[in-house]
């Protein structure tokens, strides 16, 4: 295993705090919402307004294409690969020990200890998706507040985008066989 996963979270908690900043001067600092609307109102705007469900639908698919393939190339796969496979092993031996014991214990530290590496891994690609999905999230907010309480196959924007997303972005790591 290389030095891939090692290091700080640094870049993590900036894109992370930037986020948060855009999120809550959203309404106070015009530029953030002004910009957000004037390149989203004709684009994902004529989209959604053609048809909600189809419109949110293909964004929706889109946005879980764009973090599938930033977490495929954003991460070092074959890193991710080996430690999720040495994970997988030292969890096996684990559930053989007895609770309690010596070996039980140094085992589950040692599992303990690879989940910050795996952790920053795959955290990585936050760093280029965060502001930009932050601006999406509160345009969309924007942007069905105006339309009125639409619902998608029952469900709010958020919901429609949260379940869907889950169901995108796993058959789309399997097809680009992400770790």
């Not at 910009?35 to 189809?54: F, K």
């Not at 020990?97 to 795959?122: D, Q």
């Not at 999230?137 to 069905?144: A, E, L, M």
């Amino acid at each position: 295993m290389n030095n891939e996963g090692k290091g700080s979270f640094k870049g993590i908690f900036i894109a992370m705090f930037a986020s948060l900043i855009i999120a809550s001067m959203w309404n106070s600092v015009p530029i953030f919402k002004n910009t957000a609307h004037a390149v989203l109102d004709p684009t994902l705007g004529v989209l959604l307004n053609w048809s909600y469900v189809s419109g949110m639908g293909i964004v929706v698919f889109i946005m879980a294409l764009v973090t599938t393939l930033t977490q495929k190339y954003g991460t070092d796969q074959e890193t991710m690969r080996e430690l999720k496979k040495e994970q997988k092993e030292l969890q096996a031996k684990i559930k053989s020990l007895e609770r309690g014991s010596k070996e039980y214990s140094e085992l589950s530290m040692k599992s303990l200890e690879m989940m910050s590496p795996m952790m920053k891994l795959s955290m990585r690609p936050v760093i280029y998706t965060a502001i930009p999905f932050i601006l999406l999230f509160r345009w969309f907010s924007d942007f069905f507040t105006v339309a009125g309480d639409v619902r998608l196959f029952g469900l709010s924007w958020f919901w429609f985008y949260l379940i869907g997303s889950i169901i995108f972005s796993s058959i789309l790591r399997k097809v680009f066989k992400v770790a």
